[in-house]
């Protein structure tokens, strides 16, 4: 079972980040991944016509799409313009979704506060907690900010809330996510909440400097990127795909 995850759109009207997408979107079309999920942050600055675009390059994927909106969308915007490319499992309130794939259980919990840009999974754990009670098989746990600090303060200042809470939630199952995975940090970061894996997706924008405590701000030498998870046997190995920055070598 092949996922690919795609985060941190943020198109604008430059059309740079829109240029990413539709090489990330390229390679995907012949690598061929079971199901995509994007994390967060689709557009910028509530700008329609990008979730419009956004939704036209998704379109041409042959497989399923789910997404969740992140701290930076207008999330009426995103239902309007994407509902027709990944479905939610209600069509008002958060943008939650479950779906299985083979045998394979994935659920996105929208963490997004209205008004606010940090996120709070608090508010959602019943939800969760309901939704993870008959599964049997293996799953995967998407959000949009990680649910605890990456020591990058002004993205900590704007993360998602109550992470110990999530922690306490997800010990009460069955059988735990192989993984929580995010976006929002604009670069892939590693960590755990518990015994659980968290992984963080690059960005389809240029990269954030990895601005930890007491370290200069250094110029970014990443590319941007996303991931690919492959899950067999019940294990998670996740790969990062690195994007051109033109179209030469896409």
């Known amino acids: 079972m092949l996922v690919a995850q795609i985060s941190d759109i943020h198109a604008g009207p430059d059309l740079s ?47 399923p ?12 915007l995103m239902r309007s313009e994407l509902a027709a490319v990944g479905p939610w499992i209600n069509a008002t309130g958060p943008m939650h979704f479950r779906t299985a794939v083979d045998d394979l259980t994935l659920f996105g919990v929208d963490v997004t506060v209205a008004g606010q840009s940090y996120g709070d999974v608090r508010p959602h754990l019943p939800w969760l907690m309901s939704a993870l009670a008959d599964v049997t098989t293996p799953s995967l746990l998407f959000m949009h900010q990680p649910p605890f600090r990456i020591g990058i303060e002004a993205l ?44 963080t997706c690059g960005s389809l924008c240029p990269p954030n400097p990895l601005l930890l405590e007491g370290r200069a701000d250094l110029s970014v030498i990443d590319a941007p990127s996303f991931l690919v998870h492959e899950v067999r046997d019940g294990r998670l190995v996740s790969h990062v795909v690195s994007v051109p920055a033109s179209d030469r070598g896409a």
Not at 35 to 50: C, P, S
Not at 65 to 76: I, M
Not at 180 to 189: K, M, T, W
Request: charged share 20%.
């Open 17 to 63: 980040s829109l240029r990413t997408l539709e090489r990330a979107i390229a390679w995907l079309k012949t690598f061929r991944p079971d199901v995509l999920v994007v994390t967060g942050d689709l557009v910028d600055d509530g700008w329609r016509h990008g979730y419009r675009l956004v939704a036209e390059s998704l379109r041409l994927l042959d497989c």
């Open 65 to 76: 799409v789910h997404l969740l909106p992140g701290n930076g969308d207008d999330v009426r």
């Open 156 to 199: 900590d200042q704007v993360g998602c809330r109550n992470g110990s809470a999530l922690l306490g939630t997800l010990e009460t199952m069955h059988r735990l996510p192989l993984a929580i995975l995010c976006g929002h940090v604009h670069r892939p970061a590693f960590g755990r909440l518990g015994s659980i894996p968290v992984q």
